[in-house]
């Protein structure tokens, strides 16, 4: 379930300028779409001390780490994104979606902004709502879209696009879904321009082969360490 506080007023645009706060309000906080940095086979690793490293010097300055940069196939996903989130709630039957509201997690280190949220049911005492997660892509080439379209299971697209099903991953368990999808669009194709990877988290722990991790106690794990190392470095930041 997803604690209605939990999800903020803040919403993506296409203008920077509207942007403003939704960017300040994601400063110094762990999010799903870069998540994969801390999902190294052998633990947190340089990039994923790079990216935390990056948080705390967020957080201490008021700061963004990186500038945005604008390329074609930026561009292309913040063009197409939302119509394939349209034609996704179309051949899906659904009335309606709560679309791109920034979720930011309780614990206040992480957040993520899921393309959209669909709601199942609201529960009984009215502080939560039993969501399904929704993460659009519009890869920009047409080898990287069928490269994509031919992943059919979430084991599938973690082993063609791990930095995707981490941010699936996250997203789920930022939301408390149980269930999502995953849906990767190409506007020009004529047929064969949609590919929908059905996310259950039950499923997924349950497929798991003896020996291999579960990917949300994993997550969960790589998120406590993060969360430690962040915190130590901006006490030793603060205390020299």
């Keep these: 379930?997803?604690?209605?506080?939990?999800?903020?007023?803040h919403q993506i645009s296409l203008d920077p300028l509207l942007n403003e706060?939704?960017?300040?309000?994601?400063?110094?906080?762990?999010?799903?779409?870069e998540f994969h940095y801390l999902m190294a086979e052998k633990g947190i690793g340089s990039a994923g001390l790079n990216y935390i490293y990056r948080k705390v010097g967020e957080r201490m300055t008021g700061m963004k780490s990186r500038a945005d940069i604008s390329t074609p196939a930026t561009e292309h996903g913040?063009?197409?994104?939302?119509?394939?989130?349209?034609?996704?709630?179309?051949?899906?039957?659904?009335?309606?979606?709560?679309?791109q509201r920034l979720i930011l997690d309780e614990d206040g280190y992480c957040g993520g902004t899921p393309d959209g949220l669909i709601v199942?049911?609201?529960?009984?005492?009215?502080?939560?709502l039993n969501v399904?997660?929704?993460?659009?892509?519009?890869?920009?080439?047409f080898d990287g879209y069928i490269r994509a379209w031919k992943c059919k299971t979430p084991a599938e697209l973690k082993k063609e696009k791990p930095e995707w099903y981490w941010q699936k991953i996250h997203q789920m368990d930022l939301?408390?879904?149980?269930?999502?999808?995953f849906v990767i669009y190409m506007p020009f194709f004529k047929s064969g321009g949609m590919n929908i990877i059905h996310f259950n988290k039950v499923d997924i722990v349950r497929n798991i082969k003896i020996g291999e991790p579960n990917?949300?106690?994993?997550?969960?794990?790589?998120k406590q360490q993060a969360i430690n190392i962040f915190n130590e470095t901006i006490n030793q930041l603060t205390n020299e």
């Design 132 to 141: 399904k997660s929704v993460e659009i892509k519009c890869p920009y080439s």
């Design 175 to 181: 939301c408390g879904a149980l269930d999502g999808y």
């Design 78 to 99: 913040l063009a197409y994104e939302r119509e394939g989130l349209i034609n996704f709630g179309k051949l899906m039957g659904l009335e309606s979606l709560l679309v």
């Design 215 to 222: 990917d949300f106690k994993l997550l969960n794990e790589r």
């Design 21 to 33: 706060k939704y960017d300040a309000a994601k400063l110094g906080k762990f999010t799903s779409s």
């Design 120 to 128: 199942l049911n609201e529960s009984v005492d009215g502080l939560s």
């Design 1 to 9: 379930m997803l604690l209605k506080s939990k999800i903020s007023q």
